[in-house]
C-alpha cells in the first residue's frame, strides 16, 4: 500500500465524518437546543416536553446523522416517529385520549356557563391569524400560527401539520413554552383588566355533578362536535371517549393505560419528533422568531379575550363571575386555572377560585379544538 | 445552419403563445376573451368556449401552483389561492352553450376579516349550542335523579 493509497483512504473515512461536513450554523441549534433543555431540567418548564424536544433539537443537528432521512425508500428513526406518529396524525389524537382520561368534567358541567368564556378566550387565535397574515405568512401558515393562542399543544400539533408542517417546530415550541410560562405571562394582565372590587367577588360553591350527568357529557359532546366541526373528531372524539373509559368506572385498566403509559410513551414520541424538525437549515430564519415573538401577543391577546367575556356575561348575570376565572379560558390545563386561583388569593386569601377556573379552562379545550376545526374546515 | 433555422423556427413558433399569456394580478387569464369589466381588483370576461373547456385550461393553468382549492358549487367553480398571491379566487360560471364568464378577484382583506369574523361566531355557537344541550341534560338528569330519590324515600318511610 502506498502512502497516497493511505492518505485516499483516511481521506474517505474523513468524508464519512461529521468533523468533515460540519457547518457552522448548527452551532446556534445546539444553543437553541441546550436553552430548552437548561428550561426543562432547571427552571422546570413543561419538562416532559421541552426536554424531549431539546433534545431532539440537539441530536439531529449534527451532519450526517441518519435520523430525519430515508434509506432506499425508508425512513430512518426519527423520520419514521415523525411520519407514522404525526403525518399520519395519530399522536396529537392519542395524547387526547390521555387527557380525556385524565380530565374531570365536574366543573364545567356544574356551571356550563363558562363554556362562553372558553370560547371568548379564542379571540387571540384570530387576531394572531390576521397579524401573521399581514407579515406575509400564507392563509395555512397563519391559521397554524394563530392556534397557538389557544394554549393547547395537541391541537396546536394537529393543525400544524394538516395546514402548514413547515412550520412544526417552531409553533410546538412557541405553544408549548409559552404554556409553561402562563404563570409569567397573565398575572399582569389579569390585574391589569379587572378592578380590586372585581378579584374579590365570591363565587357560590358548585353543585355536585351526578356520574349520569359525567357519563353523558362526551357523548352529548362528541355528537354536537360531530356534528358541527366534523373535521375535529379526530381529536374530540378521542378525548370524549378517553373521559368517557374514566367516567363509566368499568374500563379501569383502560383508563389506566390511556392517561399513564401509553400517554407517556407518545409524549416521548411527539418531544423528540417535533425537535428533529428543526434543523438548522430550515429553522434559521426570520420566520421562528416571528412565530415566537407573535405567539406571546396570541397568548395576551387569549386571556384578555377570556377576561373580557367574563365581565361582558357579567352585565347579564344575577350571580356575578369573578373574572379572573376569564383567564383559565386558554386551555393550559390546569395551569392557567391554578394561576386564577393564585390571583384570587391575592386579592381574598379566602377566596378558592381553583374548581370555578377549572370550567373555563376545559372550555378552552374545547374551545381551541373548535377553532381549529373552523381553520381546517376553511383551508384543508 | 439547419440547428440554427430550427431553433430561430421554434422561437417563431412559441413566440406568440407567449405573448398571448396573460395574466391579471399573478392569476392567468384565458385568451381569446372579451372582457365585461375591468378595475384594479376586478376582472370579468367572457370567453366563446364552453364551461369544460375553460375548467380544463384553469386546471392546466393551476396545475403548478400551490395552495390552490377548488370548490364545486351549484352555479361556478370557485377556485380560491389559500397562499398570499394577488389574487383571490377564479369564477368559472357553469353556464350551457359556448360562452363562459370568468371573474378573478384580488385578494382582499373584507374577505379574509370577514371569514374570521364569522368563524370567531361559528366558536361561540359551537360552545354556546353545547351549553343548551349541557344545560337540557343537567335538567333532565337532575330531574331524574330527584324523582329515584324521592321514590326510596317514599318507600323507606
Known amino acids: 500500500m ?53 433534545f431532539g433539537i440537539f441530536i439531529v443537528n449534527f451532519p450526517l446523522v441518519p435520523l430525519m432521512g430515508y434509506v432506499h425508500g425508508r425512513p430512518q428513526l426519527l423520520e419514521a416517529f415523525y411520519h407514522y406518529g404525526l403525518e399520519w396524525e395519530i399522536i396529537p389524537c392519542v395524547i387526547f385520549l390521555g387527557l380525556g382520561a385524565m380530565t374531570d368534567f365536574g366543573p364545567l358541567i356544574a356551571n356550563p356557563k363558562t363554556l362562553l368564556i372558553g370560547a371568548g378566550a379564542q379571540l387571540g387565535v384570530f387576531i394572531t391569524f390576521t397579524g401573521t397574515i399581514l407579515a406575509g405568512f400564507t392563509l395555512k401558515e397563519a391559521a397554524s400560527v394563530g392556534i397557538i393562542g389557544g394554549a393547547d399543544g395537541p391541537t396546536t400539533v394537529y393543525l400544524t401539520t394538516m395546514l402548514a408542517p413547515q412550520l412544526l417546530g ?46 353523558l357529557f362526551p357523548l352529548v359532546t362528541a ?88 365581565k361582558f356575561m357579567n352585565l347579564f348575570l344575577k350571580e356575578k363571575i369573578n373574572p379572573l376565572i376569564g383567564s383559565a379560558g386558554v386551555s393550559a390545563v390546569p395551569m392557567s386555572a391554578r394561576v386564577s386561583e393564585l390571583e384570587g388569593l391575592r386579592a381574598d386569601k379566602t377566596n378558592h377560585l381553583l374548581m370555578h377556573a377549572m370550567g373555563p379552562n376545559l372550555a378552552g379545550v374545547i374551545g381551541s379544538a373548535a377553532a381549529a376545526g373552523m381553520f381546517i374546515a376553511m383551508f384543508h | 445552419m439547419k440547428k440554427l433555422v430550427i431553433l430561430l423556427t421554434t422561437l417563431f413558433l412559441l413566440l406568440p403563445a407567449t405573448l398571448m399569456a396573460e395574466d391579471f394580478l399573478g392569476a392567468p387569464v384565458m385568451p381569446g ?36 382549492r377548488i370548490r364545486d358549487w351549484s352555479e361556478s367553480i370557485h377556485i380560491e389561492d389559500d397562499s398570499n398571491r394577488p389574487w383571490h379566487s377564479i369564477t ?58 324521592d321514590k326510596k324515600a317514599a318507600v323507606k318511610t
Open chain 2, 92 to 149: 368559472i360560471s357553469k353556464q350551457a352553450g359556448n360562452e363562459t364568464q370568468i371573474t378573478i378577484i384580488k385578494d382582499n382583506w373584507t374577505w379574509i376579516v370577514g371569514t374570521l369574523i364569522l368563524r370567531f361566531v361559528g366558536v361561540f355557537v359551537v360552545l354556546m349550542i353545547l351549553f343548551v344541550g349541557m344545560k337540557c341534560s343537567g335538567y333532565i338528569i337532575s330531574r331524574s335523579v330527584a324523582r329515584l330519590e
Open chain 1, 2 to 54: 502506498t502512502f497516497d493509497e493511505i492518505l485516499d483512504m483516511l481521506y474517505g473515512i474523513m468524508h464519512t465524518t461529521g468533523v468533515y461536513n460540519f457547518d457552522p450554523k448548527v452551532i446556534v441549534m445546539w444553543a437553541i437546543a441546550s436553552a430548552f433543555i437548561y428550561l426543562a431540567i432547571v427552571k422546570k418548564f413543561e419538562p416532559l416536553l421541552l426536554l424531549p424536544i431539546g
Open chain 2, 33 to 68: 376573451g372579451k372582457i365585461l369589466q375591468k378595475t384594479g381588483s376586478r376582472l370579468e370576461i367572457s370567453v366563446p368556449k364552453t364551461y369544460d373547456q375553460v375548467l380544463a385550461y384553469y386546471r392546466n393553468a393551476l396545475k403548478k401552483f400551490k395552495d390552490i
Open chain 1, 170 to 215: 417552531a409553533n410546538a415550541l412557541a405553544a408549548y413554552s409559552y404554556m409553561a410560562m402562563v404563570p409569567l405571562i397573565q398575572p399582569p394582565i389579569m390585574r391589569l383588566l379587572t378592578t380590586p372590587a372585581e378579584r374579590k367577588i365570591r363565587m357560590r360553591q358548585l353543585r355536585p355533578v351526578s356520574r349520569k350527568e359525567k357519563i
Open chain 1, 223 to 310: 355528537a354536537i362536535i360531530a356534528l358541527l366541526v366534523p373535521s375535529v373528531v379526530p381529536l374530540m372524539g378521542m378525548f370524549m371517549l378517553g373521559n368517557v373509559m374514566k367516567e363509566s368506572g368499568v374500563v379501569g385498566r383502560l383508563t389506566e393505560t390511556a392517561q399513564g403509559p401509553l400517554m407517556n410513551i407518545v409524549t416521548i414520541f411527539l418531544g423528540v419528533s417535533v425537535g428533529a424538525t428543526m434543523y438548522a437549515d430550515k429553522f434559521l430564519s426570520w420566520k421562528p422568531l416571528f412565530i415566537f415573538g407573535l405567539g406571546l401577543i396570541d397568548f395576551g391577546v387569549c386571556t384578555v379575550g377570556g377576561i373580557l367575556t367574563a
